[in-house]
């Protein structure tokens, strides 16, 4: 593995000029100070104190692609009283603990700045808990519902050993909402995190998932990013004994003057585990911005482990950027394998000349492409209630675009054509 560095090494002069010149030196290095990336991801901060992340100015690697002006409010905690966010938690079985907790109990480790502030100063904080060696059977629903103004809320996953469980987080309303997610998958557990942000399109939302697993634990994380005018999400797995897989799967569709920011972490620590990343979004309209920034870090010990992460993002119209950014980090030869892909495109005009040419009309074929497209995440989430409202929203904003077209003699009831395509999805 190859680094970098950077000399910041000055040269000493004298009088008026010298001056200059040294004020000059000392802002280049500020500069470099805040842009140059860290080594390797694993030496970047991990901390609940927001004393030890200075405030980001957004030429920090971590931060380049984000509109500050849009978050800089949740550098620093809320004002007294505010409290936006209320979170309910749904469950039918009854072995299911659900509890609030104190910050010493918190399992996500802050990454940034945003992060820590929310986690010390979170009015809510929800523990979801499932014993050890039982399946829960329906999904546990976890509401978020913003009311406007300022939230913070830290959750806690936490499944004992050789358990199953679902958990779906519904982030509504309006909010400007950071949050934290710590998630343990214990010894042999299968645990699914399914986050959906469907928030107003006045929302900001910054938040961190944090997952640990266990030996041979099997993990899934699905983020559904389609509601909010702003949202960051950054999702770290680490693997702490061996045996253990991790699926994280994306979808996000930005529409104008959206940005939508999915970040990925996964830091394999220990032998012959895998990964599996695949994220796949969708823009149309002017100033629709999607950032994907996938890290992969494989460790010394992690040998006899198989990763692979991907990305595709579909651009709809003109006005719209989707930035890409795999990165693998690999300290160690002895491994099953390592890769990643990344595109970005419009419709594939082979896919449209073959429907056009079977007789549907132009609007409709890119609609079927794009459902398509996203039909490899959707069946992912495995509550077909959940898959059919998201194809609602995604049919809703072709429409809303006039990209979907259907003429009155070919009218079929949106319903059931979103049924339909569910079981094609699942099937």
Known sequence: MTTSTTDHSTTSTTGTDGEAVEAALAAVRSYTDSTVPDVSRADRVRSGDPADFAVPTGREEEWRFTPMHRVRELFEPAPAGQDAVSVTVRTQDEAVEVSDHDAAHALARPGDRVAAVAQRTAPVRRTVRVPAEHEVAEPVLVDLSGTGGRGAVDLVVDVGAFSKATVVLDHTGDAVFAGTVGIRVGDGANVTVVSLQSWDGTATHVGQHDAVLGRDATFRHVAVSLGGDLVRLDVNVEFTGPGASSECFGLYFA?????????????????????????????????????????????????????????RNLVLTEGARADSVPNLEIETGQIE???????????????????????????????????????????????????????????????????????????????????????????
């Open 255 to 311: 529409d104008s003057g959206q940005h939508l920011e999915h970040r990925l972490f996964v830091d394999h620590s220990a032998p012959t585990c895998t990964s599996n990343v695949v994220y796949k979004g969708a823009l149309q309209g002017k100033d629709a911005h999607t950032v994907w920034i996938g890290d992969v870090l494989i460790r010394k010990e992690a040998e006899g482990i198989n990763t692979y992460e991907l990305n």
């Open 337 to 427: 394998g390592a890769g990643h892909a990344s595109a970005t495109g419009r419709f594939d005009d082979e896919q449209l000349f073959y429907l056009q040419a079977r007789g549907i009309p132009p609007l409709q074929a890119r609609r079927l492409v794009v459902l398509g497209f996203f039909a490899e995440v959707l069946q992912q989430i495995g509550i077909e209630s959940v898959q059919e409202r998201l194809l609602g929203v995604v049919e809703q904003r072709l429409q809303d675009a006039a990209l979907l077209d259907r003429p009155d003699e070919t009218t079929v009831d949106l319903a059931t054509d979103r049924s339909a395509h569910l079981q094609e999805f699942t099937s």
